[in-house]
């Protein structure tokens, strides 16, 4: 769509013009740079951050990474016995959790780094979606933050530390 259109009607058609697509550096710059720093953008892949008039214009990532893991897990916390509509409408609470400092620095979403506390708010709201559609079990309103807290999966990892070579057991190896 920008290719063909006059930059002077995308950037009227709100004071922040959001731009999704498959932009790659010089484009997400050239965007930038046609909407004088007011684009709003997101790519399906990450970027870094793009200088532009002495501020920093964040990237955002508009891929699936932040609603899907929370309405899988909304989905298996209220043990739904069907998904609906509404359930993926509830994902509406990423819109939620975008503040006034994300907008600020150019970026769609919050940051990536919240995706698991974004994440969790959107299973709330598709456990709640889910009892008030009667596809769900019933958890009272202020024990569901609780019981999708314990449904996450937390990664943790035994630390490894590497057998030094000269602790590794040697072994022959015969040829035949």
Known sequence: MTARARPGVASGLHSRPPSLGRGRGPALAGIIAWTEGRALIATG????????????????????????????????????????????????????????????AGS????????????????????????????????PDAEIPRAVEAAMWEPAYVPMDPVPESARPREEVTVR
């Open 108 to 139: 769609l979403f919050p940051p990536v780094g919240h995706i698991r506390r974004v994440s969790a708010r959107i299973a709330e709201a598709v456990v709640r979606e889910a009892w008030d559609s009667g596809v769900g079990r019933a958890i």
């Open 45 to 104: 892949s990450p970027f870094p951050p793009v200088p532009w008039n002495g501020r920093t214009i964040t990237i955002g990532q508009g891929n699936n990474a932040f609603v899907f893991p929370g309405i899988g897990l909304g989905i298996l916390v209220s043990e739904a016995r069907e998904v609906t509509d509404a359930m993926f409408a509830a994902a509406q609470r990423l819109a939620d959790e975008v503040h006034a400092d994300d907008l600020a």
